[in-house]
């Protein structure tokens, strides 16, 4: 991310124990698909009224992570058919720090996300339904049999996250998206699109918000695990994404 890192340096740092103040782990998310050389001009804007979180002097973090579903991808269904109840299974590796997390996302249909979430030993990550306290966790939070569930598609990406200065709400803009299916064997990288997702408490005023509708930049919603399945898994259904397949390639200029 070299052509980012000089507007990086001039925001605020915020440090990781600050950060923890910003959790949001309830909240209502708004996301936004945006080519990646339109991320100068964007963080541009932000730098004074935002922090950048900074560990160990690096202003990006990497992330690693493996979604679970059952064999008739029944979480990724439930999203393309536009379910307002729905969830996602995943194990985290947050690399920068080595933590790795068992992580169930949980949607409702006021739109919020709850994420609850539990540590586990990295070296665990391809096998986390092994360990007994995380089986326990998944069988007590996620509405599918854990027996039913198995690794389906991991990714891999850059993350930028920012918090404005009244710590009300947080940005993550990820980057350098890589998908590796564990069932097809086929991959997809998308180094010219980035993903920039808005978490608050709630429907709250965002100068962040001003500034992409002054860029007339649309809300987009997508989920990485579905764009990783849409991309590597030919034989999914797929017609409800097909329309922002087409906005990405129209927006980044390339073919997908």
């Known amino acids: 991310m070299t052509d980012l890192r000089d507007i990086l340096e001039r925001f605020q740092p915020i440090s990781l124990e600050e950060m923890q103040s910003v959790k949001l782990m309830n909240r209502v998310d708004t996301k936004y698909l945006v080519p990646r050389s339109m991320l100068p001009q ?3 804007r932000l730098c004074d009224r935002y922090s950048v979180q900074t560990n160990a002097g690096r202003r990006s973090s990497h992330y690693h992570t493996l979604y679970y579903d059952t064999p008739d991808v029944v979480m990724y269904r ?3 058919d536009q379910k307002l109840h729905r969830q996602k299974l995943r194990a985290r590796i947050y690399c920068d720090t080595q933590e790795c997390f068992c992580e169930i996302k949980t949607k409702n ?5 709850k994420k609850k979430r539990l540590a586990f030993p990295l070296q665990l990550f391809d096998n986390m339904l092994s360990i007994n306290e995380i089986r326990h966790f998944v069988e007590a939070k996620l509405w599918y049999n854990p027996e039913t569930v198995f690794p389906q598609v991991e990714n891999e990406f850059d993350r930028i996250t920012l918090v404005n200065h009244n710590r009300t709400e947080r940005l993550t803009i990820d980057l350098n998206l890589h998908f590796t299916n564990r069932v097809t064997q086929q991959s997809a990288d998308l180094p ?10 709630g429907a709250l005023p965002s100068f962040f918000k001003n500034v992409m509708r002054d860029l007339r930049v649309q809300p987009k919603r997508i989920s990485k695990y579905c764009l990783a399945t849409i991309l590597t ?3 999914v259904k797929s017609n409800r994404f097909k329309r922002k397949l087409r906005y990405i390639e129209k927006i980044c200029n390339v073919t997908i």
Do not use: C, G, M, Y
């Not at 249909?109 to 996300?113: A, E, H, L, M, V």
């Not at 010219?192 to 408490?201: R, Y």
């Open 42 to 44: 964007i963080l541009e």
């Open 78 to 80: 439930a999203h393309h």
């Open 109 to 113: 249909n006021k739109r919020r996300t």
């Open 192 to 201: 010219f699109l980035s993903v920039i997702e808005l978490k608050q408490d």
């Open 233 to 235: 898994n030919p034989a």
